[in-house]
């Protein structure tokens, strides 16, 4: 991912740097925003991430969470997304919410201010491929074998081909609505 966000940012005010959650690997008040996109609720210490964060941003500095998720409110959607996630596995995963966890942190509560959530709605084109690579790119999908793939390959193009609530686009195209909820989160270093 940094790889590809590399090629795609050309800004010289950006920069990506290897590091994990709890070690960023950067110099004291180094960074004026620090974003973590689609990633942190894999982080294993909440605590640990908030005082290097803390570290790392220089003063009135920001850390910003943003997810993409599928909206589930349209009905195929939410039976490709009931399919998908029957795979899980235990794995930790933003719709549950435990990384919600951070905000109660003591770490969180003596550097941060209160978090300012916000969720946008948003449909980008869909067609069945994209519906298809965005199910594999799940990281339990994308490590699960490839008999595993294929079944579930097939449960999604047979809810996809029935597209119950599907709004077409274009139908000749196979384009349609793919509905989409972000949220981002917002966090004021104290």
Known sequence: MRAQFSQTVQDSRVSVREGTFETTLVPDGWADLVVVAQAFHWCPDYDKAMAEFNRAL???????????????????????????????????????????????????????????????????????????????????IAISSNETKEQIGKQVKEIVDRGDDKVWLDQKQGTFEYPYINTVIVMRKK
């Open 58 to 140: 220089a003063p009135n500095g920001r850390a910003v969470f943003i997810w993409n998720l599928e909206d589930s409110a349209t009905a195929w959607v939410r039976q490709v997304r009931q399919t998908v996630e029957a795979f899980e596995g235990g794995t930790p995963q933003y719709r549950l919410g435990l990384w919600r966890k951070t905000f109660q942190t003591p770490s969180y509560l003596k550097y941060f201010e209160p978090p300012e959530e916000m969720i946008f709605k948003h449909i980008i084109t869909g067609s069945l491929t994209r519906v298809l690579d965005r199910v594999y790119s799940k990281s339990f």
